[in-house]
């Protein structure tokens, strides 16, 4: 019966504290720029800087989340972001996003696609969900980005 009670009041409790804050969708105004940053131990490490408004009266934390990467539309598996991110309240600001991709995977998609590694440009796209944490609250949101990188300066 203590577990019940315990179970019936945190359930409450989440619900007053959500249902305390209006949320307003974070809107996501494009990419400014993609880039590399450098490489070591075996990793490419990519800058994707995104145009980011936060419409809310309240910062919003992301989180480190894994992401697929795509290469010239073929997968080349999963990253983790590097940083964690703060979305500022009532604010729009161009935020750096910095992912760390397996060189060995990256050449091996690259080599697939010999035309546009010939041209040292191929096109990445990032898809998967991000979390972002509001007092203690979780919520996870879609992410797909597709941008051309230029890749000559690493091979």
Do not use: H, W
Request: aromatic share 10%; hydrophobic share 40%; with cysteine.
């Amino acid at each position: 019966m203590g577990f019940l009670r315990i179970g019936i009041i945190t359930l409450i409790s989440f619900v007053f504290l959500t249902s305390c804050f209006d949320y307003e969708d974070v809107e996501f105004r494009g990419v400014q720029n993609v880039g590399l940053e450098g490489r070591s131990e075996g990793n490419i490490t990519l800058r994707i800087d995104m145009k980011v408004n936060n419409p809310n009266n309240y910062n919003i934390k992301i989180k480190k989340s894994a992401l697929d990467v795509y290469v010239n539309g073929s997968k080349v598996g999963r990253t983790k972001m590097k940083n964690n991110i703060v979305l500022k309240k009532n604010y729009q600001e161009v935020y750096p996003l910095y992912l760390s991709l397996s060189e060995k995977e990256l050449k091996s998609s690259a080599l697939s696609a010999i035309g546009s590694f010939l041209k040292g440009s191929m096109k990445v796209r990032i898809k998967g969900d991000i979390k972002a944490k509001v007092y203690g609250v979780g919520k996870k949101f879609p992410i797909d980005i597709e941008e051309p990188v230029n890749f000559r300066s690493i091979f």
